[in-house]
C-alpha cells in the first residue's frame, strides 16, 4: 500500500498556462453565480437577461479552463504518445533529439523513452506564466522519475538562438511554445533555427495553437519542404468555438531533403 507521506514518484508536467486557466476558471465561477443568484430572485427582464449573460459566460469559460487544466494535469502523456507516433517512419532508437520550449519534459522525456543509443536535449527559458514550477532542476527530476535520465540533458536557452550547430539534430520537437513569442519576427527567428539545427533527412514535429501558416512558410523558405498538417480533432473544434476562431491547433511534420551527393 502507498505510503501517503512519502513523495510521489510520478512526473510533474505542470499546468500550462496556470494565470490563463486560473482566470478563466473565476471569471466563468462568478458569471455562474450571477446566473445563480438572477434565477432565485424575482423575475424582471434584468434579472432574466443578466441570467442568460451569467450562463453565456459560465459555459464557455467554465468549459475552456476546465479542459486546461485536465489537458495538463492527465492528458498530457496521451497527447505526447499521439505526436511523437506522427514520426516518418518510426523511432530507430539512435536519434539526436531536441525538444524547443521544453518545459517540465513531458515531450523530451517521452522522446528519450523511445531512444536506445540515442539523447535527447530540451532548451527552455523556464518562464512561470507559461507552465506551473518551470524550473530545469524539476525537468532533471522528472527524467529521473521516468528512468531516461541518462539519455537527457537540459540547456537554459532561447529557442531565438539555438546553442547547437548546423545540421545537428535528427528529430526536432515544439509543442506548444513557439506562440509564447508574441512578435512576428521573434517566431520567425525561432522558427529558421529550427530549420538550421535540422540535419538533412531530419523531421520536425511542431504543434501549436495559431500561426501555423507563418510556420510553414518560414520553414518552406528555409529549406524544410516536406511538410504534412495534422488537425487535433477534438481540441481544435472547442478551441476554435472558445477563442471565436483565433486559436486552432494543429501539427505541422516536416522533413529537411537529403543532402546532396
Keep these: 500500500m502507498e505510503n501517503p507521506t512519502q513523495p510521489s514518484l510520478r512526473p510533474d508536467y505542470g499546468i500550462d498556462a496556470p494565470g490563463v486557466v486560473r482566470n478563466l476558471l473565476v471569471v466563468g465561477s462568478v458569471a455562474l453565480l450571477m446566473c445563480v443568484v438572477c434565477l432565485v430572485l424575482p423575475r424582471t427582464d434584468w434579472t432574466h437577461s443578466l441570467a442568460r449573460l451569467g450562463a453565456q459566460l459560465a459555459v464557455p469559460f467554465l468549459g475552456m479552463g476546465g479542459y486546461m487544466f485536465y489537458s495538463s494535469k492527465y492528458d498530457k502523456v496521451r497527447e505526447r504518445e499521439w505526436l511523437l507516433d506522427l514520426k516518418p517512419g518510426g523511432w530507430r532508437g539512435d536519434e539526436t533529439v531536441l525538444d524547443v520550449g521544453c518545459g517540465l519534459g513531458v515531450m523530451l522525456i517521452g522522446a528519450a523513452k523511445r531512444l536506445t543509443t540515442g539523447a535527447a536535449a530540451g532548451i527552455d527559458i523556464w518562464q512561470t506564466q507559461d507552465l506551473s514550477g518551470n524550473h530545469p532542476e524539476r525537468t532533471l527530476e522528472n527524467s529521473r522519475r521516468e528512468g531516461v535520465a541518462d539519455r537527457v540533458t537540459v540547456k537554459t536557452a532561447d529557442m531565438r538562438q539555438i546553442p547547437f550547430p548546423d545540421d545537428h539534430f535528427d528529430v526536432i520537437l515544439s509543442n506548444a511554445a513557439i506562440h509564447n513569442l508574441y512578435k512576428v519576427d521573434e517566431r520567425a527567428a525561432a522558427v529558421r533555427e529550427i530549420a538550421r539545427v535540422l540535419k538533412p533527412s ?42 471565436l476562431g483565433r486559436a486552432r491547433p494543429f501539427v505541422l511534420i516536416g522533413r529537411k531533403p537529403p543532402a546532396s551527393s
Design 202 to 243: 531530419g523531421v520536425c514535429i511542431l504543434a501549436d495553437v495559431r500561426h501555423e501558416s507563418q510556420y510553414a512558410g518560414v520553414l518552406r523558405t528555409n529549406g524544410v519542404t516536406d511538410l504534412q498538417r495534422r488537425d487535433t480533432s477534438i481540441a481544435s473544434i472547442l478551441f476554435a468555438i472558445i477563442s
